[in-house]
């Protein structure tokens, strides 16, 4: 079955400071990878999708088969990035339902 | 498009009473997933729906709990007999079709009484 892991619950740090929120993933195929992002009280939003490539409000995602890891990362953070952060699988071979991660609570210190 | 609209965004209900928990996913959406967000556990998914159908309610308790997606109207979650360790986010999430991103709702907060 496949399986989402965020080892980290939570994750201090100061503003300027690189940023990685660790996900490691357990799926027998070739994965599909989100990240979502849920700013305090509000909706969960994606943040960025591992099949587009690309980099969004500074951050960005590399799929890594072989340690079987999609780590989010940005190289310097700011307090507006302060939020819960999910990774997911979104599906999965036979499985349609999107397979979420515990979060990573990230808080940048001014 | 209004996006994934739940309501009641807060709900308090007093031990033994029921909880309805309404959906109304993105307009063209079909299909329908709930979760429930427990500050130390995230998202864990409870069902799947597709109008008029259940595809999956693997992860919903196997009493108390249910919940419908009707032809017309919005997905319902319905608890019944409520009790404090039913007190959770519940965040409904649609998508168009089974492969493509789930839109997430503002999510109901449910404090038993």
């Known amino acids: 079955a496949q399986r989402v892991t965020q080892p980290e619950k939570l994750l201090s740090v100061f503003k300027g400071a690189p940023v990685e929120l660790k996900c490691n993933y357990s799926y027998s195929g070739s994965p599909e990878l989100f990240w979502y992002v849920q700013y305090s009280r509000q909706r969960l939003q994606l943040l960025l999708r591992?099949?587009s490539r690309e980099s969004i409000k500074g951050f960005t995602a590399d799929l890594n088969k072989g340690e079987t890891s999609f780590h989010l990362k940005k190289p310097f953070a700011q307090e507006e990035d302060s939020a819960m952060y999910y990774c997911?699988?979104?599906?999965?071979?036979?499985?349609?339902?999107?397979?979420f991660g515990r979060g990573t609570s990230l808080i940048v210190h001014p | 498009n209004a996006g994934v609209m739940q309501n009641p965004r807060h709900l308090v209900r007093r031990r033994g009473q029921e909880a309805r928990l309404r959906c109304s996913p993105m307009k063209g959406h079909s299909h329908v997933y709930w979760y429930r967000q427990l500050p130390e556990e995230g998202l864990k998914f409870m069902v799947y729906l597709q109008k008029e159908n259940i595809i999956d309610e693997s992860g919903m308790p196997k009493e108390r709990f249910s919940a419908e997606f009707p032809k017309e109207g919005p997905s319902i979650l319905r608890i019944q007999q409520v009790v404090r360790g039913d007190s959770a986010a519940y965040f409904c999430?649609?998508?168009?079709?089974?492969?493509?991103?789930?839109?997430f709702g503002q999510g109901t907060r449910l404090t038993v009484v």
């Open positions: 999430a649609s998508s168009p079709t089974r492969d493509t991103e789930a839109f």
């Open positions: 591992h099949i």
């Open positions: 997911a699988l979104p599906w999965s071979g036979g499985s349609y339902i999107p397979t």
